[in-house]
């Protein structure tokens, strides 16, 4: 009875093990090329048009399932500075070939002149399947180079 009361319980502790999810914090800097269509309407006023191929994602956290993926965002952006408006999509891959897909809306620009906003998984494959998650960028852009640099913060939930 002893052993049947035992394996009931290590059967109970490995299905709630299973099925705990884990929290990762997403902070990092993504790095990579940036393509915009603009048009300007007026003083300070304007359209953009963007794509962002992420090259890289860096963490302190080797662990953090963004660490070394790569992928792309798109997506509409107004801009009347000093404030910013739009939103758009994001597909990204990890090393393992699992995509995990968000969307961003900016809501305004920094001091600097960064784009800042939110994101939000929206869906994934693999361990991001039932994933959920968001948080904040702040992605700075150099026009001439067609470069940018992005740094997220957040939380990742993986079930």
Not at 57 to 84: H, Y
Not at 125 to 137: I, Q, R, V, W
């Amino acid at each position: 009875m002893k052993k049947l009361l035992l394996a009931s319980a290590v059967l109970a502790v490995a299905m709630v093990s299973a099925n705990a999810s884990e929290t990762f914090n997403i902070g990092g800097v993504g790095k990579g090329t940036n393509q915009t269509m603009m048009e300007i309407v007026g003083d300070g006023h304007m359209l953009l048009n963007t794509v962002s191929t992420y090259e890289s994602f860096e963490s302190a956290d080797t662990s953090n399932p963004f660490e070394n993926m790569n992928g792309k965002c798109w997506g509409a952006i107004e801009i009347k500075v000093p404030s910013a408006s739009g939103h758009g999509n994001c597909v990204f891959t990890d090393t393992s070939g699992d995509k995990h897909y968000n969307m961003w809306t900016a809501k305004g620009l920094s001091k600097d002149g960064a784009l800042v906003g939110t994101w939000a998984l929206i869906g994934g494959t693999g361990k991001y399947e039932n994933a959920s998650g968001g948080g904040t960028f702040h992605s700075m852009t150099d026009r001439k180079a067609g470069t940018f640099v992005n740094t997220v913060s957040g939380a990742l939930i993986v079930d």
